[in-house]
């Protein structure tokens, strides 16, 4: 099995090329940035081959790609990969607009390769848990959910994220999705509406995009949900300071007629102090979603099926994002179809 990274510009990428490393089997031939500095820094950091270009990689036929360009640039590397008959992980979110995401799953179809977007929290193991138990029929019909995706400014670890042509917003696009892409797993069931209210209110003399964001959101009626559509609500905000142990994290409470669950992805940590270090961290413990995500992928490779998570997944929570920018510039609810 062989993989290559198209891109550098995530930072998701930094932990991939380890992941991809980790699972036996797999060769992590290299990796290409349009970004030549970039590109040669991380190739000497993680001791990859850097390829001059995407097509040279490509060229290769590796099996798969794990894409992590930009935001908006997501679609041509998809689309060259899948005209390459590379299988395509692409990093959240799938795109910056629903022509762009419904041209990159069209392509990946005409192409017979997969299109899997990286969802990391459909692999963790208190998130599996708690599905599971919804499954069960232990927790009952689910009312709501009450959930935060919270992290630092991102710009202080790659500007592109607040640059809205690259990144295609700013905390909305950048924090609704993992949460959106949770609940309609958890409930078998689509967003129908989406009312949202965004702020500048951090950071407003850095960026021009919003900094923080409170949606609300409306499911259809399930046969798990019979009585009403489920709401969320979802605190998308870059609220952290730059003095916090960690980036950020995602948390919510869901209620149920048996009661409620909480849960934190990130709970499983400790906090360490060391002189060399500004601020303390949290030295994580707990297991690895991104790695369970990568192995998924190459999974899905290997016996030639749809990965655990689709394109189409990625498509919806896309719509979810673009919604809520759509309601906070009106001012009222949108209705999805």
Not at 140 to 166: I, S
Request: aromatic share 10%; proline share 4%; net charge negative.
């Amino acid at each position: 099995m062989r993989i290559g990274i198209l891109s550098f510009a995530h930072l998701h990428a930094e932990a991939y090329i380890h992941n991809l490393r980790a699972i036996p089997g797999v060769e992590m031939i290299g990796l290409a940035d349009e970004d030549e500095e970039r590109g040669r820094r991380f190739a000497r950091l993680f001791e990859a081959r850097l390829f001059e270009s995407y097509e040279a990689l490509l060229a290769e036929r590796p099996d798969g790609v794990v894409v992590c360009s930009e935001n908006s640039k997501h679609r041509p590397l998809v689309e060259l990969a899948a005209a390459a008959g590379a299988h395509v992980l692409c990093e959240k979110p799938l795109a910056t607009t629903l022509a762009d995401a419904q041209a990159m799953m069209a392509a990946c179809d005409r192409a017979g390769v997969h299109l899997m977007t990286a969802f990391p929290m459909r692999f963790s193991a208190p998130l599996l848990e708690v599905k599971a138990r919804l499954e069960a029929g232990e927790l009952g019909e689910v009312y709501c959910f009450n959930a935060t995706n919270q992290g630092e400014l991102p710009k202080h670890h790659r500007a592109w994220f607040v640059d809205k042509e690259l990144a295609g917003g700013g905390a909305v696009m950048d924090h609704t999705v993992h949460l959106a892409d949770v609940m309609r797993w958890y409930l078998s069931s689509e967003v129908v509406e989406v009312y949202a209210q965004t702020n500048r209110i951090f950071y407003a003399d850095e960026v021009e995009v919003e900094t923080g964001g409170l949606l609300m959101l409306t499911f259809a009626r399930t046969l798990a949900s019979p009585k009403s559509g489920v709401f969320a609500t979802i605190d998308c905000s870059w609220s952290k300071p730059p003095y916090y142990p960690t980036w950020g994290g995602l948390t919510f409470e869901m209620v149920t007629d048996r009661g409620a669950v909480l849960v934190d992805a990130f709970k499983q940590n400790l906090t360490i102090y060391r002189h060399d270090l500004r601020r303390p961290v949290w030295g994580y413990w707990g297991s690895d979603a991104n790695q369970a995500m990568i192995e998924e992928f190459v999974a899905a490779i290997r016996e030639d099926r749809q990965p655990g998570v689709s394109g189409l997944d990625g498509y919806r929570a896309v719509e979810v994002a673009l919604a809520a920018y759509e309601s906070a510039g009106s001012g009222q609810p949108v209705r999805l179809n």
